[in-house]
Nanobody, 116 residues
């Protein structure tokens, strides 16, 4: 089992920045990728960014250039640096871990609100 805990959410003004962090515990040696997803009110949860154990990253195309994911698999942490935030970035942001064998784990989520 893997447990994930997100932190760093909050209220930020449009144009501002925020850094989210996710810490994994448990059988972290099994983790292959660590991802961020987000779910806006009344919308489906969608992919934001991914980093794998080899350091390869991928992003939702619409977020490239504003969001940066970084992972430290030795510490079992993944961060998401978000810049130039917009009201439409308002969502609950979830950390997700994908482990060898196909198990998927989710955190509880952290709220990000972009508003003046």
């Amino acid at each position: 089992q893997v447990q994930l805990e997100e932190s760093g959410g909050g209220l930020v003004q449009p144009g501002g920045s925020l850094r989210l962090s996710c810490a994994a515990s448990g059988r972290t040696f099994n983790i292959w990728t660590m991802d961020w997803y987000r779910q806006a009110p009344e919308k489906q949860r969608v992919f934001v960014a991914r980093v794998n154990r080899d350091g390869i990253t991928s992003y939702d195309d619409s977020l490239k250039g504003r969001f940066t994911i970084s992972g430290d698999f030795a510490k079992s942490t993944v961060d998401l640096q978000m810049t130039t935030l917009r009201p439409e970035d308002t969502a609950v942001y979830y950390c997700r871990a994908f482990a060898y064998g196909g198990n998927v784990y989710w955190g509880q989520g952290t709220q990000v609100t972009v508003s003046s």
